[in-house]
């Protein structure tokens, strides 16, 4: 079994920082991309920042500039540093992973619990 833990979120108000984290553990032997979603109330999951196992990053245009993701290959972890935050911000997020437990084997994609972040003006 594997299981993605997040932390790290929080109650913020506007202009300031959070970081988060996400860990995962279980039977892994590689990972792939991973990357942090966020789903506001009323609103679809969408993405906030991925990184692949080389370190190449993506962002969501919303987040770039302010956000930063990062990644520990050999501790399966990955953190998202976010400053200058917004209430427009506030939403659930969540961690992702692609993985597979074995090689040769299928890849699978795993998801965090969730962590709240609420952001106030």
């Known amino acids: 079994q594997v299981q993605l833990v997040e932390s790290g979120g929080g109650l913020v108000q506007a202009g300031g920082s959070l970081r988060l984290s996400c860990a995962a553990s279980?039977?892994?032997?590689?990972?792939?991309?991973m990357g942090w979603y966020r789903q506001a109330p009323g609103k679809q999951r969408e993405l906030v920042a991925t990184?692949?196992?080389?370190?190449?990053?993506n962002y969501a245009d919303s987040v770039n500039g302010r956000f930063t993701i990062s990644r520990d290959n050999a501790k399966n972890t990955v953190w998202l540093q976010m400053i200058s935050l917004k209430p427009e911000d506030t939403a659930v997020y969540y961690c992702?992973?692609?993985?597979?437990?074995?090689?040769?084997?299928?890849?699978?994609?795993?998801w965090g619990q969730g962590t709240q972040v609420t952001v106030s003006s």
């Open positions: 992702n992973a692609n993985l597979r437990a074995k090689e040769p084997g299928p890849w699978y994609s795993y």
């Open positions: 990184v692949t196992s080389g370190g190449r990053t």
């Open positions: 279980g039977t892994i032997f590689s990972i792939n991309g």
